[in-house]
């Protein structure tokens, strides 16, 4: 069985701008931080399995967030 494909994500500037003003804010959570890195890293094109690796979570811990943003 082959594997389905990762949803696209497309982020317009005002939303790429948010999710990087989260990753600097002091105030945040550490989950919400790394959903927002997530979801930028997945816009710019990187595979699940290459953000997974990058940001020391599980593929399906990505895949879960770029399909609740898409």
């Known amino acids: 069985m082959a594997t389905p494909r990762a949803v696209a994500i497309d982020v ?3 939303e790429a701008a948010e999710l990087a003003s989260r990753l600097r804010r002091r105030k945040v ?7 927002a890195e997530i979801v930028l890293l997945a816009a ?3 595979s699940n399995l290459a953000i997974a690796k ?3 979570v599980t593929r399906v811990t990505v895949t879960t967030w770029r399909r ?3």
Do not use: K, P, V
């Open 12 to 14: 317009s500037e005002a």
């Open 29 to 35: 959570s550490r989950a919400d931080a790394m959903r």
């Open 44 to 46: 710019q094109g990187i």
């Open 54 to 56: 990058r940001l020391g």
């Open 68 to 70: 609740r943003f898409a």
